[in-house]
């Protein structure tokens, strides 16, 4: 016993000690480990917006989705609301590197799609959409794509006044390209090459500069790249300052000889890169996220998961990114957070405003679920689980068990319920952003929606589900606590 607790005592002694070394005092921010993003972790982007984290990650599929959490650590357990699925056949599918930009009061969403066909990759384009308002969640419409041949990993800067694209194309090599912008979702100019892989740790496996993104501080500008394949333990992070003034121009750039950000064998830490960067609540602290694998054989695919950590300068005025840190090591988070991070969603009604709640707490299979006025009750809690596959199940804190659709059946008015888990299609669910940050619950076996049986207010009114009618009474908001 004693040892235990003298082994407990250190463990806590040495998160405290992290936390001081990191220049945060722990009581003033969640903690969390990474990763922040087990599942579709690739090419990850976090901006920080009117208290919320926003987290968009490579799909692999025809659907965009974001999580949204008060907390970095938040975003590990909250669910993925689909803003965006692919509406033609030439950027139907594969969605790649999507980003979130702000720009004159709205989102661009910008991301890479292309065909569903057997060798997808020469299809993949760049796009852009538009959000209607100043919600990240949407609603978004397509706006067009951004360059008529093959480009990944797009996003956008100002620099000097002018917005910039940068994104990365193949001629021989695979290079950074840049090229001016008249507005958010048009191009303005021919897109230049700023980029090659000239250095042998920019060719591992084969010659590569992509996912390039924008870094500035103190008036100066940092283009922070991904080197050599996507696929070897030996992906990294290499850097370009504008030290010229065209930033189309390659030679107005100049490129650091060694990497910024690679693999660390010791922490089990391989294939670190497509990065991008945030700053903390309160504007103190710069954060990168990033994707990385914890083997040296995995490969460039849905195991990368995403990661994040504080970053210093130097006293040159250049970013000092440090080593990759080892998966579950105990960090604090970023400053001006609050303390608490949500485990659990209550799940309430557009219409209503009541929850949705297992009727009277019963652990039982078949339990009714109804709406009732919001208590507090765990039995109106509910842990929204990302299964990897876009889709969630709804577990009941009270009960441990999960949303369901009687006898799985597909008809109009069938009862949702609570089950024991069988992962099954008729227990798994979508939520697809609808507008004011509400969302449809979408069934993944019948696609019919999760709905309160003739619009009631009443308390203990049914929950059923029902065919999209894009009405009050078929929204829900998920709100974490």
Known sequence: MEQRMARRLLTLLAALLLALSLGQPSATAASFSNPVKAHKGADPWITHHDGSYYLVTTSWTDVITIRKAPTLAGLATAPGVQVWQGDAASRCCNIWAPELHFLGGRWYLYYVA???????????????????????????????QLNPAWMLDPTVATVGGQLYLFGSVHNGTQNIVA????????????????????????????????????????????????????????????RLELTGSTPTSA????????????????????????????????????????????????????????????????????????????????????????????????????????????????????????????????????????????THRLVNVATGKVLDTADCSAADGADLRQWSWLDNTCQRFRFLATGGGYVRIVNQATGKVADVADCSTADSADVRQWSWLNNACQQWRLTPG
């Open 114 to 144: 292309g065909q569903n066909v057997a060798d997808y990759n020469p299809t993949q384009r760049s796009h852009v959409l538009e959000s209607a308002g100043s919600d990240p969640l949407g609603p978004y419409t397509y706006r067009g």
């Open 179 to 238: 090229a001016r912008m008249s507005n958010p979702y048009t191009v303005s100019s021919s897109f230049s090459t700023i980029s090659t892989p000239t250095y042998d740790w920019e060719r591992s496996g084969a010659p590569v500069n992509e996912g390039p993104e924008i870094l500035q501080r103190g008036g100066r500008t940092f283009l922070v790249y991904s080197a050599s394949g996507c696929w070897t333990p030996d992906y990294k992070l290499g």
């Open 251 to 390: 030679s107005s750039w100049t490129k650091r000889s060694t990497p910024v950000f690679q693999r660390s064998d010791a922490g089990g830490v391989y294939g670190p890169g497509h990065n991008g960067f945030f700053t903390s609540p309160d504007g103190t602290e710069s954060w990168i996220v990033y994707h990385a694998n914890d083997a040296a054989s995995d490969g460039c695919d849905n195991g990368r998961t995403t990661r994040a950590q504080k970053f210093t300068w130097n006293a040159d005025g250049t970013p000092d990114f440090g080593t990759p840190v080892r998966l579950g090591a105990a960090l604090a988070g970023p400053s001006g957070e609050p303390a608490a991070t949500p485990t659990a969603y209550t799940v309430v009604n557009r219409n209503s405003g009541k929850c949705l709640d297992v009727t009277g707490g019963s652990s039982a299979d078949g339990a009714d679920v109804r709406q009732y006025t919001c208590n507090g009750g765990a039995n109106q809690r509910w842990r929204l689980e990302d299964l990897g596959d876009d």
